[in-house]
């Protein structure tokens, strides 16, 4: 199964990183997190082994806590002070990957896109791959020393709930959901409790995990429009990416800026915050 070409600005191989990982540059970041009905707890297998070096980024505590809705981006000054923390500042690369393949990972890739930090990767194929490799893995913390970082929010990036439902209702973006067709169509329950089932009106599906091949590791550029377009998406226009808490959204978001669709935001609230409100229009089938 051939790799995509190795592009420090999207989508890292494992050799990529496996030459690179003493680089005094280079930050890792295990930002793995998982559905509750995984049954699996991010913390304590990062504590339990990790790449050499990387540090632990928590996607549902590096948030806006004051939301009522998951892990929405967290204010600049959060973050700034979450990465100084771990020792996450100007120059340095960063390589981000998770515990699932390529899963929460490409969320953590869109947060620093958003905060203006564009020197950041995913590790294609994640941890799992780099494991069945059988690659230097450890269990200590790592040392970390205090960065400066400045940040730059990139509006442009983000969606609320008021621009996607005029961007669906004018037909100005298309709107592309990552989650599974059963729950796109409507015919099964929502995970999260209370929400209604369905789409946004318009909105084409491309589930997150068919821009991926078998081992976790992101198709090829001409295979990733085939399946774009092959989903209804036309790709001469805006688009927006959404899916359950706009985690896998962004493994769509990543796909596109492979493709060279450099015209895409991530709608935050996904269906998490759509599905809750009766007063939106919601599509089934």
């Not at 169509?185 to 009106?201: K, M, N, Y």
């Amino acid at each position: 199964m051939a790799q995509a070409p190795d592009d420090p600005k999207t989508l890292v191989s494992t050799d990529w990183l496996a030459a690179h990982l003493k680089d005094p540059d280079l930050r890792l970041l295990d930002a793995s997190w998982y559905l509750p009905d995984a049954g699996r707890d991010a913390r304590a297998e990062y504590q339990a082994a990790h790449i050499p070096g990387a540090r632990f980024f928590d996607i549902d505590e590096i948030a806006d806590l004051r939301s009522n809705l998951p892990h929405m981006a967290p204010p600049p000054e959060k973050f700034i002070t979450r990465l100084r923390a771990m020792g996450v500042g100007d120059g340095h690369q960063v390589v981000v990957y998770d515990g699932a393949g390529l899963f929460s990972a490409a969320r953590v890739w869109w947060l620093f896109r958003l905060m203006g930090k564009t020197d950041v990767a995913v590790l294609d194929g994640g941890f799992p791959k780099w494991k069945a490799e059988g690659r230097e893995i450890e269990d200590m913390p790592p040392v970390i020393k205090d960065r400066h970082i400045t940040v730059s929010r990139q509006n442009h990036l983000v969606k609320d709930v008021t621009q996607v439902a005029h961007a669906a209702k004018l037909a100005e973006a298309v709107i592309v959901d990552a989650r599974s067709a059963p729950r796109f169509r409507g015919e099964v329950a929502e995970p999260r409790p209370g929400l209604r089932a369905g789409h946004i009106p318009g909105a084409k599906n491309v589930p997150f995990t068919t821009v991926l091949n078998g081992d976790g590791t992101m198709k090829p550029v001409a295979e990733l429009k085939q399946v774009f377009e092959s989903a209804g998406v036309d790709l001469s226009k805006p688009v927006i990416t959404s899916c359950g808490s706009g985690v896998t959204a962004a493994v769509l978001s990543l796909a596109l800026e492979r493709m060279g669709h450099r015209n895409h935001a991530l709608y935050d609230g996904s269906w998490a915050e759509w599905g809750m409100y009766d007063d939106l229009a919601v599509e089934k089938g």
